[in-house]
T-cell receptor
Framework: AQSVTQPDIHITVSEGASLELRCNYS??????LFWYVQSPGQGLQLLLK??????LVQGIKGFEAEFKRSQSSFNLRKPSVHWSDAAEYFC????????????FGTGTRLTVIP | SAVISQKPSRDICQRGTSLTIQCQVD?????MFWYRQQPGQSLTLIAT?????????ESGFVIDKFPISRPNLTFSTLTVSNMSPEDSSIYLC?????????FGPGTRLLVL
């Protein structure tokens, strides 16, 4: 069965600093991996996804993530954080057959300080 | 991608009543999903709704409590029945397009 672990419940970074949010997954086959962001009072917005191919994927808002099969990880990064990036970030894993069964991590709340 | 809207965006309800949440997608999709996000928690899948068939419910969720309709390929409703304060949550719908789920803005429900 799929599972997703986001070890960091809450991260605080200074504006302009770099960011890395961790995500580890458990899945027996090739996973489909997603990062979503939820701003306060909003729904979930897709940041990026990985299905296959290049293990470094680029997303919206300057985010990128790297799939590392050997570490079962799909960490999200951004070189310079903006105050508007403050939000909740969710990593999700789906079965190879599609996104029909998505399993979400518990989320990481990002606080950005000036 | 897909653009998804939900109505209402928020509501405050009395215990024992029911609320129907509507979800509209900007174009036809095969699969739609309903999730619950309890305060400070991650998303939990309630059910998958396919047009022309009964919804498939996840463990812990039953049709009598969360009846779902899917009358066409762009629309679905979720009803939260006989509500209690424990039903206070955000309810989100999503649609599957290109092996990716896109989410609506959510419905924030408070049950008193």
């Amino acid at each position: 069965a799929q599972s997703v672990t986001q070890p960091d419940i809450h991260i605080t970074v200074s504006e302009g600093a770099s960011l890395e949010l961790r995500c580890n997954y458990s899945y027996g086959a090739t996973p489909y991996l997603f990062w979503y962001v939820q701003s306060p009072g909003q729904g979930l917005q897709l940041l990026l996804k990985y299905f296959s191919g290049d293990t470094l994927v680029q997303g919206i808002k300057g985010f990128e993530a790297e799939f590392k099969r050997s570490q079962s990880s799909f960490n999200l990064r951004k070189p310079s954080v903006h105050w508007s990036d403050a939000a909740e970030y969710f990593c999700a894993v789906g079965a190879e057959t599609g996104a029909n069964n998505l399993f979400f991590g518990t989320g990481t709340r990002l606080t950005v300080i000036p | 991608s897909a653009v998804i809207s939900q109505k209402p965006s928020r509501d405050i309800c009395q215990r024992g009543t029911s609320l129907t949440i509507q979800c509209q997608v900007d174009s036809q999709v095969t699969m739609m999903f309903w999730y619950r996000q309890q305060p400070g928690q991650s998303l939990t899948l309630i059910a998958t709704a396919n047009q022309g068939s009964e919804a498939t419910y996840e463990s812990g969720f039953v049709i009598d409590k969360f009846p779902i309709s899917r009358p066409n390929l762009t629309f679905s409703t979720l009803t939260v029945s006989n509500m209690s304060p424990e039903d206070s949550s955000i309810y989100l719908c999503s649609a599957d397009r290109g092996e990716t789920q896109y989410f609506g803005p959510g419905t924030r429900l408070l049950v008193l």
